[in-house]
């Protein structure tokens, strides 16, 4: 009422108020994740000629089941998807299907992506316990879906490169299930000890993760309360004497120096909290890491120092989250299709296909 007639006159009708878009209803306005989760949904794929797909249940657990219809001359590898989105946003839906459709196709491989529960609704460790129970199913189960139990990878992106770490390194001590061939990490979050590496000060700006996002995510999943971020950020969640058990593998020292070119400063911690280390202790588990290059580097270099050997891949002109993003819309990114070819080679590797 209080705009002029003038710019109401090409085409305006009034409007009622329907229901917020999203679901959850928080202090008058809609919730930041809500909202998140509601913009990131996007259309299903159309139908894809070269790929037979399904949604099922894993023991409760939803999964896209991705299976090339092309005749194959003896069983396929099989590989185990698990979503990014800072364990608080993702789904099966067009973001990720993009990135499962085409690893699939290119690599014919049988691909099963896991819709995991989200926090902040469900906090650490159902993320893991989805994504583990999710996993032992489709290892039971090879056969219905022509999967050579010599050939299974488990993979994911950001928060699910931390759940795929997370079940590798479970299913390490089944000898009940086949032995994973591999696991493929994609800028995963791995490490919640130090956010002041390198890359957290050389990228805490830049899009689509941001510093101040990668502790607020990591708080959400762990018990839902993200009210001590800057207390984390500065480092006061740490008691000195576990910040010395963990500095062999968790340590600026241990980053190549091509990485700490960038306006990279060495940083104090500041005075141990208690009440912010009773938030964040759960970070130590084993089934629980936490986000960026260098936590990728930090994990390379000690699975290196048990003997394991590790191909790494690094994007130079890539970003956090662009793998999703290498086909998007009307958004294209030549290097996060680079990215996919180079996990789709290793895929297919000899030394993945004997």
């Known amino acids: 009422d209080n705009i002029p007639e003038q710019f109401k006159v090409r085409g305006v009708k009034p409007l009622v108020p329907t229901d917020c878009i999203a679901e959850v209803y928080e202090t008058g306005i809609c919730s930041q994740i809500t909202f998140g989760r509601y913009m990131r949904r996007g259309r299903r794929l159309a139908e894809d000629p070269k790929l037979f797909i399904q949604d099922l249940q894993f023991k409760k657990v939803p999964v896209r089941v991705y299976q090339p219809k092309a005749p194959s001359d003896g069983r ?7 979503h990014g989105g800072g364990w608080v946003f993702g789904s099966l839906g067009k973001i990720f299907a993009g990135v499962c459709r085409y690893i699939s196709r290119e690599s014919e491989s049988v691909v099963v992506s896991v819709e995991y529960r989200l926090a902040p609704e469900h906090k650490y460790p159902a993320a893991y316990e989805d994504c583990l129970h999710a996993t032992v ?16 990878i488990v ?20 000898p009940d299930l086949p032995k994973l061939r591999a696991q493929i990490l994609i800028y995963p979050g791995l490490q919640a000890l130090d956010f002041n590496l390198p890359s957290y000060q050389q990228n805490r700006g830049v899009p689509l993760l941001f510093r101040e996002r ?14 001590h971020v800057e207390e984390v950020l500065e480092g006061s969640h740490i008691p ?44 130590l588990s084993p089934t629980c890491y936490n986000v960026l290059r260098d936590d990728g580097l930090l994990y390379k270099k000690r699975l290196e120092d048990n003997g394991v050997p590790v191909t790494w891949y690094h994007l130079e002109d890539g970003f ?26 290793f895929i297919k590797e000899k030394n993945l296909c004997d």
């Open 320 to 345: 956090h989250g662009i793998i999703s993003l290498h086909d998007y819309g009307g958004f294209s990114f030549p290097a996060g299709k680079r990215g996919l070819d180079s996990i789709v080679n």
């Open 155 to 174: 993979s994911g992106d950001s928060a699910g490169g931390n759940l795929a770490a997370a079940v590798s390194q479970t299913l390490a001590s089944r």
């Open 76 to 82: 396929r590898r099989g590989i185990i998807f698990f």
């Open 214 to 227: 990668a502790a607020f995510f990591a708080l959400q999943y762990l018990n839902g309360d993200a009210s």
């Open 137 to 152: 199913h489709f290892m039971k189960n090879l056969e219905h879906y022509g999967v050579d139990p010599a050939r299974i």
């Open 240 to 283: 000195a004497d576990i910040r010395l058990k963990y500095r062999k593998w968790v340590s600026p020292d241990n980053i190549p120096e091509q990485f700490k070119v960038r306006g990279y400063k060495p940083h104090v911690p500041h005075e141990f909290k208690a009440e912010v280390f009773e938030k964040a202790k759960e970070s």
